[in-house]
Structures are given as structure tokens and as C-alpha cells.
């Protein structure tokens, strides 16, 4: 089955929610994931609340739904690069402060994607279908992806990363690396520690794992 990534334009507000709400059960009826629905209803709940509350009613945003690899992932783009999502440890009886927390708690993971004119906030979904080939998950891949969206929210003016097949969507991925490893080689060397030896053993340990897979 063909399930094509679709986008709408929304505005964000409490009324919208509903409507995305229900326009995300019949995509997912149609991509034959049913089982999901609840949790990305859930979850586009949460990360439109995020917008307004955090970002502004009436902020203009967009919602994303795609499928990445097996995962089903769901997407939210505003356009405020500052207000970025937390995990809040909320109070007991408080109203606030659990969104993310329940996005957290629900999804295989979450994180945020700095662009030069927007935020994404984003979440996947393991679906149980069947790994597309040539599309495993590496574990190390995971791990940078994760680190990279991490250091994103850390020095946002200069690293952001987006995950893509698209040229600018590797040349920007690529300078985040590069910014990535200057900060670790700074690192070891302010702490005393042989950088031309650290890179030896990584570029030894990288060729191996390469030999390993077959790759």
C-alpha cells in the first residue's frame, strides 16, 4: 500500500483541533493503521495545544503526517523558532505542563527540527509493518539523529537539522556535523586529551562497523 505524505495548512486554534482530530482518523483509515488513531489524535491534540499555548492563537501552522520507514510520524510546524517544547514535570492536580509528557509516554520518540523560518515539533509511532529494504534502523544512525535534534535546540542560530534525500536538506545536515565535532575535538583537547589519536580509533571503529554490515 501506497501511503503518500499529506500536509494541510491550519490556524491554530481550539476549534481547529477537532477538524485535525478528524481529518487524521480518515488517513489513517485510509492507510489501514485504525489501531493508531487514538494515539495520533492524541498527539496532534498535544502538539497544536503547544502552539497556542506557547506560540500564540491564531499562530499559522501546519500539520504533517508521513510515514518513515515503519514508523508513522506527525509533524507540527510553527513559525517561532524560541518557544521550544520541555518535558514539564507538572503537578499532581495541575491543568498544565503534561503535554509533552504525554507525547512522551506514548510515542517512540520526540524531538525538535530548527529551520531558518520554522520550528517542527515531531513524534513517531511504531506501526508493526514490515521494514522497508535498504531502510533499516542502525542503531548509531538513531543515536546521531537523536543528537542532532539536541544540539539543534542548543545552538539554534547555527545548527539545525532536517532529515531528508534532498540536497540542501544534506548540506545543511552536514554542516550540523561538522559543527558537532568541532565542539567534541574542543572538548577533548580542553581536557587534555590526544585528538589525532581519538579520530584514529573512530575512523578504526567506523571502517570495522562498515565491514561488518557489508556495506
Same mark, same amino acid.
Not at 534502523?137 to 535546540?153: C, G, I, K, Q
Not at 571502517?207 to 556495506?215: I, P
Given at each position: 500500500m501506497v501511503r503518500t505524505p499529506w500536509t494541510v495548512e491550519f490556524t491554530a486554534l481550539e476549534e481547529e483541533v477537532a477538524v485535525l482530530r478528524r481529518r487524521v482518523r480518515e488517513h489513517l483509515g485510509n492507510w489501514g493503521l485504525r489501531d493508531l488513531v487514538d494515539e495520533a489524535q492524541l498527539c496532534v491534540s498535544e502538539l497544536v495545544a503547544n502552539v497556542i499555548t506557547h506560540v500564540g492563537a491564531g499562530t499559522p501552522a501546519t500539520l504533517a503526517v508521513l510515514m518513515n520507514g515503519s514508523s508513522l510520524r506527525i509533524e507540527v510546524h510553527?513559525? #517561532?523558532t524560541r518557544a521550544l517544547p520541555t518535558l514539564v514535570a507538572a503537578e499532581v492536580d495541575g491543568e498544565g505542563g503534561r503535554g509533552m509528557a504525554l507525547v512522551e509516554a506514548i510515542t517512540d520518540r520526540w524531538g525538535v527540527q530548527l529551520r531558518e523560518d520554522r520550528k517542527v515539533t515531531w513524534c513517531e509511532l511504531a506501526t508493526g509493518?514490515?521494514?522497508?529494504?535498504? #531502510?533499516?534502523? #542502525?542503531? $548509531? +544512525?538513531?543515536?546521531?539523529? &537523536?543528537?542532532?535534534?539536541?544540539? &539543534?535546540?542548543?545552538?539554534?542560530?547555527?545548527c539545525s537539522y532536517e532529515r531528508g534525500?534532498?540536497?540542501? $536538506?544534506?548540506?545543511?545536515?552536514?554542516? $550540523?556535523?561538522?559543527? +558537532?565535532?568541532?565542539?567534541?575535538?574542543?572538548?577533548?583537547?580542553?581536557?587534555?586529551?590526544?585528538?589525532?589519536? +581519538?579520530? #584514529?580509533?573512530?575512523? %578504526?571503529?567506523?571502517?570495522? &562497523?562498515? %565491514?561488518? $554490515?557489508?556495506?
Open positions: 510553527d513559525p #517561532d509493518l514490515p521494514q522497508i529494504a535498504g #531502510d533499516g534502523h #542502525d542503531p $548509531s +544512525v538513531t543515536r546521531a539523529e &537523536a543528537l542532532l535534534n539536541m544540539y &539543534a535546540t542548543l545552538r539554534p542560530q547555527f534525500p534532498g540536497r540542501v $536538506s544534506r548540506a545543511v545536515a552536514e554542516e $550540523s556535523v561538522i559543527d +558537532v565535532i568541532t565542539d567534541f575535538l574542543r572538548w577533548l583537547r580542553a581536557h587534555g586529551c590526544d585528538v589525532e589519536e +581519538v579520530l #584514529d580509533h573512530a575512523q %578504526s571503529r567506523f571502517e570495522t &562497523a562498515l %565491514s561488518a $554490515s557489508g556495506r
